[in-house]
């Protein structure tokens, strides 16, 4: 018997060898030079293969009759069958899929290869991961020039975005245009996990075809579609997520602060941001179906949100739902496309018209860690004769309120080809959006107990129609080597925004009165309620078109034109704008000359130029308005008058934005190596400004005109390198870096003069004072801070200032004039830079998003406030209030607080912004596609030698960088969530 288990052991290892062969190969591309590691894997079984040597060469022992996969990044991936083959030959073919992908440009898409405009384009798979809020955050770090800023840790909050640096002085908008699909949206009108990719238009040669919304930038987001024949999938995303706060101000606590402040001590050990913050739990839902056949296919989308923020009472909870029917008709040659999109959002309320209210936080920050929260008789502890001094809980729980919104939107979109080439196109949509909000504050309130509004409340609504109709035809056509098409449309835009509010007070109790029943307090009888109601509508019309020229995919030519009015400018000459562009591409490696290198596998350089404008933020800015005035008494009766609230100019224009863009598009090594290089020069000419004038002639003081110009020059850099790639392991990293310069070179035209070069705009708060905090100036950069100068300290803890002479001057001598400040600092960061990498291992992957933003200044309004000794004794204070001032002496108290450089800090920061890693299943049993487990850290590190609490800070219009003392804090979370396709 054990004989017989030997021999047939002996002859199953035989038969197993006899099954096996031994391949021996070698892979060349096209130019016959190796393809140093490739992967080579027998078919079915990825634990069965190599890699290629130095020489291209593999040696492998594989099953008889197997088959072969061969890959390599930049290259076709081929299957060869062993069978009756012991050496092989193979021959990889370039991968054009990188020239190929893709890209969304204005009214309609462009292969990459083709494009020869500054554009972006960011794929799902490259998207941020983890619980973000919005489109904004998906993107954050990932286009080079596009500044994407999240300035606190609000659930209910946004992103602010800023391209290729500031374009106005706030007399136009400063928000990019966002395309959903083509239709205008926001940022946060669509669910994150319903995006497929996001474009976006950079320079003026993208952006022309917009015209008066193109100098912000355009961004055009696409959402999933059902694709292919006989689709039947549904698949989940969802997450669960907590936070923590990422940084807390270093306050005094109960025992620090007793200790300094004896005759302060009340005897309770509060930690006051413990008592308004909590650990949230937020948890997002996101079902997609799709189906389908060769004519009908639909996609249906479901999305839940239900966000907590770190503050109490600041929760945001959002569902929505999209449906998209495509049919295909007469051969294909119809294509009927109807789309259904409906959302409601509600999110607690603490002040009026917003969520959590920043007061609250700041009375948190600045109050004294042994008052308790209550006093003896359960009532609030409150001390209504101290100035600005509120218990926040009593703030939180003493008011309530909520806002609703909900959005219906319904588009569609007819596209038919009559003959081969040419494509018409018609796409039709109507938005509603309905904002509902309530706020109110009880008799218990420190309004009511102090200021005497009992029972203070707000009620508010406004509702938001917009109608969308274009109308486009294109004729594309290929003879030989030339290739060419005519895009020719026509828009039409129209909203119609209405709004009405009331404030009321003076209410006898709580039951019967406050917002949902507001028109019982006796402040609306006494006429000191505030009633308020308007109208605005307005109208964009707008005929376009572009042509698109390639020779032999070598030289590259598009050109396109905007001929646009609109009603903000109705009354004046100006209403029509034209906006061309023109752009060109040479694909260098197209040329002959370039055949033999073995460095670049495509390179094309880029130049163009374009015009786009921006709409005046307020409508009818160019003809006379009137409004009531004083009450004048008339044949024995009180009567309000009406006077003049602006000046008619029928001059009044667009401001006007001429963009030259020059780059580099690389691709080397079969795609290992690949990017951009931008570089840009931006002027906007007929800034919009309020101009002093004499009255009379005129009927009122200031004019609205065109006159200022600015400039933006700058930098980006887009590099991405794949190290590694091979069956098991593979790398891909991606560098963006970019540089921007703003400089305002005037701030008068050719008819209205400015009596000065500057105006200053935007406050600081400290100790319950106010003071300017920027200056826009002349020959200067947007952002700039304008304060007083500190350089030193006398022997008793005073401050010594610097003048404008450069003479010190010590603290008694100072006179605390305007014509003594400086330029402190700048809030606008002069460089962005962002490292995105992904990692993968066999089923692991792992992403790793980093940004940082440098060259800037911060106005720390924490330290500005809580570092200051003559605040009153029974504020809290930070621990460094004692630290030496410019290492000498603590600061006297005799020194008043103000707002000066020793508070404005350095903002460089470089954050871990994201790590995420997952595991993939693939296939699970008969019903799962695949399935996908992950964790994710959002916020993960910040480095920095700022000392407040995130150097993330509003980088928004004309005042960025002010860190303000009641910034909800910025937050770290962590989510576990699931993918899974059935």
Same mark, same amino acid.
């Not at 160019?622 to 004048?632: C, E, N, P, Q, W």
């Given at each position: 018997?054990? !004989? ?9 290892? &035989? ?5 096996? +062969? ?18 080579? #894997? ?50 990889? @073919? ?27 384009? /960011? ?11 919005? #489109? ?146 937020? !948890?997002? !839902?996101?079902? *997609? ?18 966000? +907590? ?23 294909? @040659? ?51 004769? $101290? ?37 018409? *196109? ?31 409340? *707000? ?74 109601? %308007? ?31 609109? &009603? ?42 374009? /015009? ?106 887009? =590099?991405? /390198? ?51 905090? !920027? ?47 400086? =330029? ?5 960061? $002069? ?63 005799? #020194? ?27 296939? /699970? ?21 700022? %000392?407040?609490?995130?150097?993330? =800070? ?20 962590? &989510?576990?969530? =699931?993918?899974?396709?059935?």
């Amino acid at each position: 018997m054990k !004989h017989l288990f030997l021999l047939l052991t002996l002859l199953s290892f &035989s038969l197993t060898a006899l099954a096996q +062969q031994k391949v021996t190969g070698k892979v060349k591309d096209s130019s016959g030079e190796p393809v140093i590691g490739a992967s080579v #894997v027998v078919k079915g079984n990825n634990t069965m293969g190599t890699i290629t040597d130095f020489d291209g060469n593999f040696m492998l022992d594989v099953p008889a009759k197997s088959v072969l996969v061969i890959s390599y990044i930049g290259y076709v991936t081929q299957e060869v069958p062993t069978a009756g083959k012991n050496s092989l030959e193979i021959v990889l @073919k370039e991968d054009t899929k990188t020239l190929d992908e893709v890209v969304v440009i204005g009214y309609g898409t462009q292969r990459k290869g083709d494009v020869t405009s500054s554009v972006a384009s /960011v794929k799902a798979d490259n998207f941020v991961k983890g619980a973000v809020k919005d #489109v904004g955050q998906l993107i954050q770090g990932k286009v080079a020039g596009l500044a994407i800023t999240n300035p606190n840790g609000d659930p209910t909050g946004s992103t602010q975005i800023r391209l290729r640096g500031t374009n106005t002085i706030g007399g136009a908008n400063t928000a990019p245009l966002v395309l959903i699909d083509g239709i205008p949206g926001e940022l946060g009108t669509v669910a994150p996990e319903d995006v497929e990719s996001v474009d976006v238009l950079k320079d003026g040669s993208a952006a022309a075809i917009y015209g008066t919304r193109g100098t912000n930038g355009v961004i055009l987001i696409t959402t999933k579609q059902a694709k292919g024949v006989d689709i039947n999938q549904v698949e989940y995303n969802g997450y669960v997520s907590t936070s923590l706060i990422a940084k807390k101000l270093d306050m005094l606590n109960a025992d620090e602060f007793r200790t300094l402040y004896p005759d302060q001590d009340h005897g309770a050990d509060t930690d006051w941001i413990d008592e308004i913050s909590r650990t949230p739990v937020s !948890h997002v !839902h996101n079902l *997609s179906l799709m189906g389908g056949n060769s004519k009908t296919n639909y996609i249906a989308n479901l999305n839940y949100a239900s966000r +907590q923020g770190i503050m109490k009472k600041s929760d945001f909870e959002s569902f929505q739902g999209r449906i998209e029917v495509t049919h295909r008709m007469f051969d294909d @040659k119809l294509k009927l496309k109807f789309g259904l999109f409906g959302k409601k959002n509600q999110m607690e309320s603490t002040t009026s018209g917003g969520s959590f209210r920043g007061w609250v936080y700041g009375q948190a920050t600045r109050r004294n860690p042994t008052d308790p929260v209550r006093n003896e008789d359960g009532t609030w502890n409150e001390n209504v004769s $101290k100035f600005e001094y509120e218990n926040p809980l009593a703030l939180l729980y003493e008011a309530e309120g909520n806002v609703k919104k909900t959005q219906l939107r319904y588009n569609g979109n007819i596209v038919y080809n009559p003959i081969k080439d040419l494509t018409l *196109s018609a796409v039709f949509s109507y938005i509603r959006d309905n904002m509902n909000r309530g706020y109110g504050e009880t008799l218990n309130h420190i309004s009511a107990l102090r200021d005497g509004l009992a029972g203070w409340s *707000s009620v508010g609504a406004y509702t938001k129609m917009e109608k969308l109709m274009e109308l486009t035809a294109q004729y594309n056509k290929e003879i030989g080597a030339h290739k060419f098409s005519v895009l020719g449309g026509y828009s039409y835009n129209e909203t119609d925004f209405e709004e009405l509010w009331i404030d009321n007070y003076g209410f006898q109790d709580d039951y019967f009165g406050g917002w949902h029943n507001i028109g019982i307090g006796s402040a609306l009888k006494d006429g000191k309620a505030n009633i308020g109601s %308007k109208k605005t509508p307005t109208n964009l019309i707008g005929f376009f078109g572009r042509a698109t020229y390639s020779f032999k995919n070598r030289y590259l030519l598009m050109g396109a034109l905007r001929y646009e009015g609109a &009603s903000q400018l109705w009354g004046t000459d100006n209403a029509w704008g034209l906006f061309p562009s023109i752009s060109v591409g040479w694909r260098i490696t197209e040329e002959a000359f370039m055949k033999n290198q073995k460095i670049f596998d495509d390179l094309k350089l880029r130049v163009g130029y374009g /015009v786009t404008g921006s709409q005046p933020k307020d409508p009818f800015l160019g003809v006379a308005m009137l409004k009531y005035g004083s009450y004048a008494f008339v044949n024995g009766n009180w009567v309000q008058t009406i006077v003049p609230a602006s000046n008619p100019n029928p001059d009044l224009k667009w401001e006007e934005k001429k963009e030259t863009n020059i780059g580099l598009d690389f691709v080397s090594w079969g795609g290992r190596l690949s990017g951009s290089i931008d570089y840009y020069n931006r002027d906007v000419d007929g800034l919009i400004y309020e101009y002093g004038v004499p009255t009379p002639p005129n009927l009122y003081n200031k004019t609205m005109a065109n006159g200022g110009t600015m400039r933006n020059r700058g930098v980006e850099v887009l =590099v991405t /390198v794949v190290p590694v790639q091979n069956k098991d392991f593979e790398w891909s990293t991606t560098g963006t870096f970019s540089l921007n310069s703003n400089k305002l070179i005037s701030l008068s035209g050719s008819i209205f003069k400015s009596d000065y070069d500057y105006f200053n705009t935007g406050t600081v708060e400290y100790s319950g004072q106010v003071a300017d905090s !920027h200056r826009v100036q002349v020959g200067e950069s947007i952002g700039n801070f304008y304060g007083f100068k500190v350089v030193d300290v006398d022997s008793e803890g005073r401050w010594i200032y610097e003048d404008r002479n450069g003479e010190l001057v010590n603290y008694k001598d100072f006179t605390h004039a305007p014509e003594d400040k400086h =330029v402190i600092g700048n809030g606008l960061p $002069k460089w962005y830079a962002g490292w995105n990498n992904t990692l993968r291992y066999k089923n692991f992957d792992l992403n790793v998003t980093m940004r940082g933003a440098f060259g800037f200044q911060i106005i720390n309004g924490g330290r500005m406030n809580y570092e200051n000794v003559k605040n009153s004794r029974f504020e809290n204070r930070l621990k460094s209030v004692n630290d030496l001032v410019f290492g000498k002496h603590t600061l006297s108290p005799e #020194v008043e607080p103000e707002f000066n450089s020793y508070y404005v800090e350095d903002g460089d920061y470089w954050k871990i912004d994201n790590i995420t890693l997952g595991y993939s299943f693939g296939q /699970v049993g008969k019903y799962i596609k695949s399935l996908r487990i992950y964790g994710s850290v959002l916020n993960a590190l910040t480095i920095t030698g700022y %000392k407040g609490i995130d150097p993330e =800070v509003s980088t928004d219009g004309l005042t960025p960088g002010y860190d303000t003392r009641d910034r909800y804090p910025s937050v770290r979370s962590f &989510s576990f969530g =699931v993918n899974v396709k059935f």
